[in-house]
């Protein structure tokens, strides 16, 4: 079945630094999402991709579908103590209308 | 924006017993709703989809006489862990969507610990 490859799994850095992560499948998708998930809560959508190629921006976040439909990444400038939390992408399988998830990117902030 | 409610937050039940778990979109209509589980440290993964109204449909590898799912109108699913034992202890998830939209929105979960 259709899986998505998330990197790196883990994050450790510094406040104000900024951070790239990404996904990459062997399948296409229609839909890429990012998704930020706190501790003992559900997922909380960041940012949709609709379109390949597309570049989106949510405030200090940006992502981007890949070309291929085949990957995405996420970027996060400037890191506050509040990014901290388990990043996921997700794909969206639309004949089977439903999504599929990366392993997930924890992040980590030293003040 | 689309809001979905899960309830309760956290349950505690004896082996053997069931547990209900409930999913409600509070602001749309949700013509399909997800049940994800996860377990610590790992990534959600898809248990079953339902659609009001029709018999849901379960992912390869899960129970559906163990985990029951109603989806009886547009805004209400629930999923019941019947016969509840120390490995079906987990975070579970649940997700709403409306007919046309690619939008997913989650619940806050709930954290079911079977002792």
């Known amino acids: 079945g259709q899986q998505l490859n998330q990197s790196p799994q883990s994050m450790f850095i510094q406040e104000g630094e900024d951070v790239s992560m990404n996904c990459t499948s062997s399948?296409?998708?229609?839909?890429w999402l990012w998704y930020k998930q706190d501790p003992g809560e559900g997922p909380v959508l960041l940012i949709a991709l609709y379109k390949a190629g597309e570049l989106t921006s949510n405030g200090r976040l940006t992502a981007q579908f890949g070309i291929t439909r085949k990957d995405s990444f996420l970027n996060i400038s400037a890191s506050i103590p509040s990014d901290v939390g388990i990043y996921f992408c997700a794909g969206f399988i639309q004949g089977a209308q439903k999504l599929v998830f990366g392993q997930g990117t924890r992040l980590t902030i030293n003040p | 924006g689309a809001v979905v409610s899960q309830h309760p937050s956290r349950v505690i039940c004896k082996s053997g017993t069931s547990v209900k778990i409930e999913c409600r979109s509070l602001d749309f209509q949700a013509t399909t709703m997800f049940w994800y589980r996860q377990f610590p440290k790992q990534s959600l993964m898809l248990m079953a989809t339902s659609n009001e109204g029709s018999k849901a449909t379960y992912e390869q590898g899960v129970e559906k006489d163990k985990f029951l799912i109603n989806h009886a109108s547009l805004t209400l699913s629930t999923l019941t862990v019947t016969s509840a034992h120390p490995e079906d202890s987990s975070f579970y998830i649940c997700?709403?969507?409306?007919?046309?939209?690619?939008?997913?929105?989650f619940g806050s979960g709930t954290r079911l610990t079977v002792v």
């Open positions: 399948s296409i998708f229609n839909t």
């Open positions: 997700s709403a969507t409306s007919l046309g939209s690619y939008g997913y929105t």
